[in-house]
């Protein structure tokens, strides 16, 4: 039975996608000689383990929104949950091969793994990369056999927070997406109209404009 061990070596942004996509280059050994690897169908859990950072104090600012004040990060601050994905790893005879994981992300503000990286400032993003799945395998001149892999293998990562930025810089240049509920929409929208004006972007700036001269 195929004794898997697995490494994440870089990542990359995946250029001209319909999406943004993050690959991972995922080296994967095989602890076990003489045996050929046919398929592995794995699966992942990436998790964010943010308590393995330290926070500046514009990002603890930045991250009340997700942990709250920062005198009660000892109680709240939890792994987050970034995303799953899968990645069906071609034949292979020896210890070793390697495999792209391909994340894609979302810039949508309402998913609590994008306001965590809009959050930091510099450094790097710490990952868990939980592995899942089956693989498919011979021993010698045996039959094929199928095994599980168990979540009890991992990978750590570290992901420059660079890299996030200068994929969303590229998907997304100057701009954010943001979700509205329906009833709010429709009332920027008429507000939109109703003065003439020739964006929702410019809309929202003069409600905040009037606002802050309420507040004033």
Known sequence: MPDLIFRIES?????FAVVPIIAFQLHI??????????TIALRCQIQIEVTRRRYAPAEQERLVDLFGQPDRWS????NLLWTHSTVMVPAFEGVSTT?????????????AATKYFEGLT???????????????????DGPLQVAPISWEREARYKLPLKLWREMMDTYYPHSVWISLHRDAFEGLYRYKIQ?????????????????SVVNS
Do not use: K, M, W
Request: hydrophobic share 40%.
């Open 11 to 15: 990542a990359s942004v995946v250029p």
């Open 75 to 78: 109680q709240t601050l939890r």
């Open 29 to 38: 050994d095989n602890g076990v000689p003489n045996e050929t690897i046919h």
């Open 99 to 111: 495999a792209d994981l391909q994340v894609p992300c979302t810039f949508d503000f309402n998913v």
């Open 195 to 211: 003065r003439g004006l020739l964006t929702l972007e410019r809309a929202l700036e003069q409600v905040l404009a009037s606002e």
């Open 122 to 140: 510099e450094g790097e993003i710490p990952l868990n990369v939980l592995f899942s799945g089956t693989v498919f395998y011979t021993s010698g």
